[in-house]
């Protein structure tokens, strides 16, 4: 059905896809992998017709949907060719409900000014509006209310919510889909797999980026791998192994980080007690827990039991109600800064929004905090009170984290803009470890990260916690992940703690676990 | 009880009806002065100060409101208050406003023998004739010849004209610049307009200012020293008197003629507080700054403000008409009079020729 | 492709001067008036353009109430003539004035744009335009006793212009004047604003510096990162409204007068202008593009005056200015908001 030849792509210098080929027949589930930046988003933009595609200069190559050849130039012409797209950054309108996200410029009208206007003129019918909504949300087994405005919703439910606008249309052909599952956790994305089979069986083709292979191999017909903007290979997922693929993406071997598991002790740093904060979609109702010193706490819940709120609630993103004793000290003032004085970093999980200055240099974003609250790298011979920074201390230590963290990038004085996902990560997590908390909350660290690099962050995570004792609290919806690096991980459910469990406990308990079914000890 | 009151109140009234004929018949009597506010026109206002201290107790002086053209009522009210006072046996008007002559006949119906002078207002000169005893004002118009007469008789050959589209497209200024050419022409003077950017777009008067502040040395390095430089908007003066004294070129007059335009600020006049208003000592110290910076000769305005001139000079016609000294105004007696009021001569047009009691009037300059 | 369109409209000014320059001479228009003019007009507005800089880069946008800062200005010009101090030292003594009071007026004025997130460019706009009649009372009836200030003939309440000619009238204008053949550089004014875009430029390399910039470009981070943004606010716009006072100093000085009463309510618009064509974008400025703003948009004024007047165009001229004006800020707001539209990582 749809056929690309020869497509290629240059940003200024450089080229982000070269020579691709692909092919996808009606009611096929195509795979897209490959490393971040290795051009899979870029082919779905010019498919969908993106306008930076077509701003930054368009393409070269060609085409072909039903044999037709096309060359979109807005997404609206996309659109009206039966093409829907689910973005990776969201394309929401957060001061809308979800029922009017969902059915954007398609609304239903009353049935007596669709006849008496043109279509553009006629009064819509919110109730009509709604139930359409809701059985897009049915359709994907979500129960939230269509009514709800979307900026408030937590990020897994937007991303629902994108999907249920793509699937709800009824020219549906072919879907775009830019790492639909990043955000999603496993429960969640197994019944978003389960949806796309469904729509696949009635003849919709789907092209599928994903980070995670397994997930790629149990739902896809075919794969198309992609490395540096070239495709490397083209193949049937029965007929592949596991090794051969992620030996094609990566051309490297990967070393798995693993914890060498050091004593519990009972010396909290943070402990709290009937801990509320409303986040909303991610509500903590009372959570009591204490955070040990020296331990790597790992936090998980299904989406929208609260293991993001904690984060925010103990640095004071959000405000909270209960009690937090942090070092002893009972309810200190809960601001960023007063808690970043007490040596408490948190990284968010909204890397788009509270993520980087994203057109400062890295070596810039590395220092910031550190130069903020520190006065580290103020210039040695000039008066202090000039507050003037010691640009070539920064650079230094800029070169050093790069090095340290294998950062890819063309240099220290580059934008963060510019990176892809993952080591714009790594910037995030070079620039908290230069405060040396004593204590890190990290949202979500390895989302929408690539193989190599998700190894790189747990490996930093385990690196600093075992030279300077850091305490570190990862929120994640991988369990596989969370029991590689973690000494204990806290089970959350319904916004209270359910269970704590050893990382060696066996995944059965873990699934009866986070859905709420009693645990033994 | 209240049959007393009303008898006293009775009582009241019809003494002081008798008191007030008694005032009227012995000769005291008063004149109603109509003047903007300070803060909308400070000429007229403090002219009409001026008026009062002169006659002291002879003056009712009110100003209308600040917003004149939303609360015309009002004004109206306020002017058929002053006809209603016996005391007041003439009113002089000095308001620069359309809209008022409705109340000038109103007064006239109920009290024929009231003397109503407007200096100036700006209704249809027709009907003002038929009910104003003496109706007075610039003539805007005719300084397009006596401008650059006298900027030649202060030794110019070449005339500038500085102004912006917005203003030529008003008509008075419009004619007033053909009438400069023409009579520049008549002269053999150089008549050269430039245009500067102008203050009602966008960015206010700073870029034109700064247009000046740049134009005019060029200009002059051009024409020579002799040169008569004139410009149409009010904040152009200080500049263009700022540049005179720096660069000794003639300055004829301003838009308004005044010495209170420009050349406080361009001159930095020190006024003594008790000095303030006092035009002879004012002009005094324009001169001697003058002849400081070696411009005796080359600097000229009005002595005295037309605004702060006419409360003045109209009371006085009004009080000549009052004790019987004039029946009907005549160029020669007011020319006298307007002497001894400013200081120097003043020439007078009639409106119309048709029409004699509407008069246009331009002051004799003095030349610092 | 983008990168070259940045600074079309910088290029089409550019050309459009070289083209008017190329008439000048055509016409013989003396060239070194011209560029002595454009040096000091750049000088002279550069100041407060500049002013505009800190508030751009702390994410408020444009700061429309530029007259809060003109007005602190204002006050410590008229005080120093009211003691009648002249010379350097009356230069000195009203920047120092004016600087006191722009802290006070910018901490109230930031409390308030503190208060109206999201809208505070047109609150801006009217807390300006709403100061100016709050002034004018102020200037009629202030306690001033130079009467070189004063009415001439009520003697009470200030003049709408004073002349600065016997206090410190181009000061800067005429401190080490540089001639080269018929040229006469102003570098006393150049220097001054040199050190002006100097000392805001080593601004935004210190800690509150980057702390202004990093709430411009990304607030919610920023507070996550424990900065405090009410007070970097606050303190992105005292500096704007102390570098606005100065630069009405610098400018009361060039021209020769104070302005008071409504003359700083417009003031505002052209430095906005200049700001933009010299390629700025909300969220961030720098003082090259100030520079370069400034530069263009005057020296197109100073080019386009005495060109059409010779051409005999004046109306014409007035015209093409506007047009060229207010469609390069429309073609740079244009271009911010394509850019803002695209999705931040496309590679």
Redesign the interface.
């Known amino acids: 059905m749809l056929e690309l030849r020869g497509i290629s792509k240059t940003f200024g210098p450089h080229s982000a896809l070269s020579e691709v080929s692909l092919s996808i027949a009606a009611g096929e589930i195509h795979g897209l992998i490959g490393l971040n930046g290795s051009g899979k988003s870029t082919l779905l933009h010019i498919l969908f017709g993106s306008s930076f595609i077509h701003e930054t200069g368009g393409y070269n190559g060609s085409c072909f949907l039903d044999g037709k050849p096309f060359r979109f130039t807005s997404p609206a012409q996309a659109i009206a060719a039966g093409i829907g797209m689910v973005h990776q950054e969201f394309a929401l309108i957060p001061e809308m409900t979800v029922a009017e996200n969902i059915l954007l410029s398609r609304e239903k009208g009353f049935a007596l000014t669709d006849t008496l206007f043109p279509r553009d003129f006629s009064l819509l019918d919110p109730r009509k509006n709604d139930h359409e909504a809701r059985r897009a949300l049915e359709y994907l087994d979500l129960k939230i209310d269509p009514r709800q405005k979307t900026g408030n919703l937590a990020l897994n439910i937007r991303q629902f919510i994108e999907i249920a606008r793509e699937i709800s249309r009824d020219n549906l052909r072919l879907l775009l889909l830019d790492e639909p599952t990043a955000v999603l956790n496993t429960a969640d994305a197994g019944n978003f797999l389960a949806t796309l089979r469904h729509l696949a069986d009635k003849g919709v083709a789907i092209l599928f980026t994903s980070h995670r292979l397994p997930e790629i191999r149990g739902l896809c017909d075919r794969l198309t791998i992609l490395r540096e903007g070239r495709t490397v290979g083209c193949c049937d997922v029965r007929t592949a192994s596991l090794g051969a693929i992620t030996h094609l993406m990566l051309r490297e071997s990967v070393t798995k980080a693993g914890r060498f598991r050091s004593r519990p002790t009972d010396d909290p740093i943070l402990t709290i007690r009937d801990f509320q904060v409303a986040m909303a979609g991610e509500e903590l109702l009372g959570l009591d827990l204490d955070v040990q010193r020296g331990e790597i706490l790992g936090l998980i819940s299904l989406s929208g039991h609260g293991k993001l709120a904690f984060g925010a609630g103990v640095i004071g993103q959000l405000p909270f109600r209960g009690s937090l004793q942090l070092d002893g000290a009972t309810n200190p003032p809960s601001s960023s800064a007063a808690m970043i004085a007490r040596g408490v970093f948190f990284l968010s999980e909204d890397r788009n929004r509270l993520g980087l200055l994203p057109r400062h240099s890295i070596m810039d974003n590395i220092a910031f905090s550190a130069l903020q609250h520190d006065n580290r790298f103020l210039h040695p011979s000039l008066p202090r009170c000039l507050r003037l920074p010691d640009r070539r201390a920064i650079r230094r230590h800029g070169e050093r984290c790069i090095r340290e963290f294998d950062i890819r990038c063309t240099g220290p004085a580059q934008p963060v803009g510019e990176l892809s996902g993952g080591n714009q990560q790594k910037v995030r997590i070079a620039h908290a470890l230069t405060l040396s908390p004593r204590l890190m909350v990290v949202n979500e660290p390895t989302r929408g990260v690539d193989i190599a690099a998700k190894e790189r962050i747990l490996d930093m995570f385990l690196a600093i916690n075992d030279r300077a004792g850091t305490t570190i609290v990862i929120a994640s919806s991988e369990l596989e992940e969370l029991r590689r690096v973690c000494d204990r991980i806290a089970v959350l459910y319904q916004g209270r703690l359910h269970a704590i469990l050893e990382p060696t406990a066996d995944d059965l308990l873990f699934s009866r676990a986070i859905s709420g079914k009693p645990v033994l000890h | 009880m209240l049959r007393n009151l009303t008898m006293t109140t009775i009582i009241l009234i019809l003494s002081l009806c008798l008191l007030a004929g008694t005032a009227a018949a012995t000769g005291t009597y008063k004149i109603g002065i109509v003047t903007p506010t ?2 909308a026109s ?2 007229e206002f ?1 002219g009409a100060e001026r008026t009062a201290a002169k006659h002291p107790g002879m003056i009712r002086h009110i100003t209308l409101p600040n917003n004149f053209s939303e609360e015309q009522e009002t004004a109206i009210t306020q002017i058929l208050g002053l006809g209603d006072d016996p005391e007041v046996k003439a009113i002089v008007i000095c308001a620069g406003y359309s809209g008022i002559l409705p109340a000038i006949q109103k007064i006239k119906e109920k009290r024929p023998e009231m003397v109503v002078i407007t200096a100036p207002i700006w209704d249809d000169p027709d009907m003002m004739a038929k009910y104003v005893d003496l109706a007075l004002d610039t003539d805007w118009v005719q300084r397009g010849i006596s401008i650059p007469t006298k900027a030649q008789k202060m030794g110019a050959k070449t005339f500038i004209h500085y102004s ?2 917005t203003h030529m497209a008003k008509e008075v200024i419009a004619k007033r610049h053909d009438m400069m050419k023409a009579t520049c022409a008549k002269l053999g003077m150089q008549f050269v307009e ?5 203050p009602t ?7 034109m ?3 000046l ?3 005019i ?2 200009q002059i ?1 051009r024409y020579g020293k002799d040169t008569a430089v004139f410009g149409t908007n009010c ?1 152009m003066q ?2 263009i008197i ?1 540049k005179a004294l720096e660069l000794k070129f003639i300055m004829p007059e301003q838009c308004c003629p005044t ?2 335009q420009g050349y ?14 006092n035009f002879d000592k ?1 002009n005094a110290t324009i001169k001697e700054k003058a002849a400081a910076a070696g411009m005796t000769g080359r600097l000229s305005t009005w002595p005295v403000p037309v605004g ?1 001139f006419f409360p003045e000079f109209s009371t006085e016609l009004a009080i000549e008409k009052i004790e019987g000294k004039v029946k009907n105004y005549d160029m020669a007696e007011m020319k006298k009079t307007a002497k001894k009021v400013a200081g120097v001569e003043v020439a007078f047009n009639k409106m119309k020729p048709e029409i004699d009691n509407y008069y246009l009037i331009i002051m004799d300059s003095i030349i610092y | 492709m983008i990168v070259r369109a940045r600074h079309v409209p910088q290029m089409v000014i550019a050309i459009f001067l070289c083209a008017m320059a190329g008439g000048a001479l055509l016409l013989e228009i003396p060239l070194p008036w011209v560029i002595n003019d454009a040096l000091v007009r750049l000088a002279m507005n550069g100041v407060l353009v500049l002013s505009l800089v800190p508030m751009l880069n702390v994410g408020i946008g444009i700061n429309f109430g530029l007259p809060v800062a003109i007005v602190a200005g204002l006050l410590g010009l008229c005080l120093t003539v009211n003691w009648r101090l002249t010379g350097s030292l009356g230069f000195t003594m009203a920047l120092a004035l004016s600087t006191v009071i722009a802290v006070c007026l910018g901490e109230v004025y930031g409390r308030l744009l503190n208060r109206v997130r999201g809208r505070e460019e047109i609150t801006a706009t009217f807390i300006g335009f709403s100061f100016i009649p709050l002034t004018n009372f102020f200037w009629a009836t202030a306690p001033f006793t130079n009467p070189a200030m004063l009415w001439p003939i009520g003697g009470i309440g200030m003049r709408p212009t004073i002349g600065l000619k016997s206090y410190f009238a181009k000061i800067l204008n005429t401190w080490m004047p540089l001639e080269i053949g018929p040229l006469t550089i102003p570098c006393g004014l150049l220097l001054f604003f040199g050190l002006c875009c100097l000392l805001v430029h080593l601004f935004f390399k210190t800690t509150p510096g980057l702390a202004i910039l990093a709430i411009g470009e990304n607030e919610g981070y920023a507070r996550l990162c424990g900065i405090d943004v009410d007070r970097m606010r606050r303190l992105a716009v005292i500096l704007s409204t102390v570098i606005g006072a100065v630069g009405i100093c610098v400018y009361a000085q060039s021209y020769g007068f104070i302005e008071l009463y409504d003359a700083p309510m417009m003031m505002a618009f052209p430095a906005a202008s200049a700001i933009l064509i010299g390629g700025s974008t909300t969220g961030r400025a720098t003082v090259a593009q100030v520079v370069a703003g400034t530069f263009l948009f005057h020296t197109m004024y100073v080019l386009s005056g005495p060109l059409a007047n010779d051409l005999l165009v004046p109306e014409m001229a007035e015209i093409f200015r506007l047009m060229m004006t207010t469609g390069v800020i429309l073609f740079a707001m244009l271009h911010h908001g394509g850019r803002h539209a695209r999705p931040s990582e496309t590679l």
């Open positions: 300070l803060s400070e000429d403090r912006f589209p430039v245009t500067t950017p102008d777009t966008g960015a206010g008067p700073s870029p200012l700064q247009f502040q740049e134009d040395p060029r390095a904040p200080d500049v700022a010495p209170t406080p600020a361009a001159m930095e006049l020190a006024i003594p507080k008790e000095d303030a208003g004012i702060y």
